[in-house]
T-cell receptor, first 114, second 115 residues
Framework: DSGVTQTPKHLITATGQRVTLRCSPRSGDLSVYWYQQSLDQGLQFLIQYYNGEERAKGNILERFSAQQFPDLHSELNLSSLELGDSALYFC?????????????FGNGTRLTVT | AQTVTQSQPEMSVQEAETVTLSCTYDTSENNYYLFWYKQPPSRQMILVIRQEAYKQQNATENRFSVNFQKAAKSFSLKISDSQLGDTAMYFCAFIRYSGNTPLVFGKGTRLSVIA
């Protein structure tokens, strides 16, 4: 158990809809990362937060947004969903930002857009 | 930008044998960290091993060891005494020592351990 909690585990929704994925980092970790893994692909970095502030941004679509709350949990919002957004979305946390702190991953949220 | 390349999309190994997974990376940085993550069929991402670039000694974790060649920008993973539970996707990953940059992953190598 990595200590990172993601909910829900599975999500099935229709095109055009909006969903929210939730992540609770490991206790004490200040940094949260979101990654997208499409079928049989590697992990694509979406966005990183550190102690409530956005720190780095990857190829995140404008239809996607995220935030980290004062209690350090994070939410990833996906709107105007398209079939191509179907993927496994991972949240990961680390103690610090950069500096080699290993990322600890949640079990992911599998999103299916129909 | 940093890139990570895993040139072996798929590999297989007999149980109890040794296998080596390749990884190369491209960076102009001198200080950085390298990781191998394992993703079994359950889809969890599990940290296997970590290497600091400033350490010449290769990291080892039980049956897992790395061959880190900094000048060649190579970071291979050796799995000894392979077990059926080692069947998984293996991802090599890179992160700069400092700065707000994310962990960059390779595309992965699918390893099958055969009984």
């Amino acid at each position: 158990d990595s200590g990172v909690t993601q909910t829900p585990k599975h999500l099935i929704t229709a095109t055009g809809q909006r969903v929210t994925l939730r992540c609770s980092p490991r206790s004490g970790d200040l940094s949260v990362y979101w990654y997208q893994q499409s079928l049989d692909q590697g992990l694509q970095f979406l966005i990183q937060y550190y102690n409530g502030e956005e720190r780095a941004k990857g190829n995140i679509l404008e239809r996607f947004s995220a935030q980290q709350f004062p209690d350090l949990h994070s939410e990833l919002n996906l709107s105007s969903l398209e079939l191509g957004d179907s993927a496994l979305y991972f949240c990961a946390s680390s103690a610090t930002t950069g500096s080699g702190s290993p990322l600890h991953f949640g079990n992911g949220t599998r999103l299916t857009v129909t | 930008a940093q890139t990570v390349t895993q040139s072996q999309p798929e590999m297989s190994v007999q149980e109890a044998e040794t296998v080596t997974l390749s990884c190369t990376y491209d960076t102009s940085e001198n200080n950085y960290y390298l990781f191998w993550y394992k993703q079994p069929p359950s889809r969890q991402m599990i940290l296997v091993i970590r290497q600091e670039a400033y350490k010449q000694q290769n990291a080892t974790e039980n049956r897992f060891s790395v061959n880190f060649q900094k000048a060649a920008k190579s970071f291979s993973l050796k799995i000894s005494d392979s077990q059926l539970g080692d069947t998984a996707m293996y991802f090599c990953a890179f992160i700069r020592y400092s700065g707000n940059t994310p962990l960059v992953f390779g595309k992965g190598t699918r390893l099958s351990v055969i009984a």
